[in-house]
């Protein structure tokens, strides 16, 4: 942390602000300029005793930390990327992935219908929901437990891995139960209780950012994943929210890029709901792997007239095959594997 003083601070205000760091455990080291003084304080700033308390000094200017609030998660930490096993599959590291699926599970037929649409077009790892976090409570809010079976049992029928939303600690066992891989909700990116009880359940996690979260918030998400034991975490840009209403959320292109420069985690693009609306999708999800990204995560549906949650933004399954033809060669030029 570097500590820097108001100007003409007298040096009894000084002495007393370096007796306070001496005692919150750091060693100070000063430099006096020509008008300020600055204290480097050395010591490890992820230990709870924190420097930012000395703002309450009247003398202060301000408090500067060095190190992020976040390790595990960082570059720094470990330098290569990360390899996410989900269920068979491997995602990062080279290896891209195309994450598709219904929004919601609405039926067995429906379920049963858009994995074969997709597995047949190449897709291997499936996501729908089984608890949907829903805007109004009259909206549908998912089968439930009963979704959940169906996909579980599916998943083992098509060989595919499976990716389910969690949204209340009371579910995360049977949630853990039946998939491959949960993902925690944009709206729950900041739900610390409920992260670190979704990193005990032994699976894979996929972390969407919130819609007004920060990237060093969102990483911040993924250090509490990793600081209480999860498998394994994939960020996800889902968009996030801007002034702008001719889309759903704004993807943020730039954080995809930022995000696997500042941490070693496979990060996965959501163009759906960033776009919100069906033509978006594909281009999103191009520019998604032009910036780098490990996989795209896409909402895809045998009849989307007829679906209950986020109709506009979803493909057609049985069109699916095009959608992989489309982004294949993007996916080599960037230098990965599909699949
Ligand atoms: C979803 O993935 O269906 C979903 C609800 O997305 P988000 O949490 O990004 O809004
Ligand atoms: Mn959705």
Same mark, same amino acid.
């Given at each position: ?21 001496? *005692? ?65 599959? %491997? ?29 047949? %077009? ?16 009259? *909206? ?30 009371? *579910? ?130 045998? *009849? ?36």
């Amino acid at each position: 942390m570097i500590i820097v003083f108001k100007a003409h601070t007298s040096p009894k205000q000084i002495e007393e602000v370096k007796k306070h760091i001496i *005692d919150l455990g750091y060693q100070p080291r000063i430099i006096h300029g020509v008008e300020r003084t600055v204290i480097g304080a050395v010591g490890d700033e992820l230990s709870h005793r924190s420097l930012e308390a000395l703002m309450t000094f009247s003398c202060i200017e301000n408090v500067v930390p060095i190190q992020k609030r976040y390790k595990l998660v960082s570059r720094q930490f470990q330098q290569q990327d990360s390899v996410v096993k989900i269920g068979a599959f %491997a995602l990062g590291g080279g290896q891209f992935q195309v994450i598709a699926g219904p929004c919601a599970i609405e039926s067995r037929a429906q379920l049963r219908q858009a994995m074969q649409d997709l597995t047949q %077009a190449g897709v291997r790892i499936i996501r729908a929901g089984a608890y949907k976090p829903r805007t109004s409570p009259y *909206d549908f809010q998912g089968l439930g437990e009963a979704g959940l079976r169906m996909l579980g049992e599916l998943g083992k029928e098509f060989g595919v891995a499976t990716v389910t939303e969690v949204v209340a600690v009371r *579910d995360i066992e049977v949630v853990a139960g039946a998939v491959d891989m949960l993902q925690i909700g944009a709206r729950n990116c900041q739900n610390y209780n409920l992260l670190e009880v979704v990193a005990g359940a032994g699976k894979p996690v996929l972390l969407k950012r919130g819609p007004a979260t920060t990237i060093e918030e969102w990483l911040s998400s993924a250090e509490y994943l990793m600081a209480h034991g999860c498998k394994g975490v994939v960020l996800c840009e889902r968009g996030i929210r801007t002034f702008e209403r001719a889309t759903r959320n704004t993807l943020d292109i730039s954080a995809v890029v930022v995000a696997k420069n500042e941490s070693h985690l496979p990060v996965v693009v959501d163009p759906s709901h960033a776009a919100g609306i069906k033509s978006l999708v594909v281009p999103l999800a191009k520019a998604g792997i032009a910036v780098g990204a490990d996989g795209v995560m896409i909402e895809a549906h045998p *009849d989307p007239v007829s679906a209950l949650s986020d109709a506009a933004q979803q493909l057609v399954s049985s069109e699916f095959g095009q959608v992989m033809t489309e982004l294949r060669p993007h996916v080599a030029l960037a230098g990965k594997t599909m699949g």
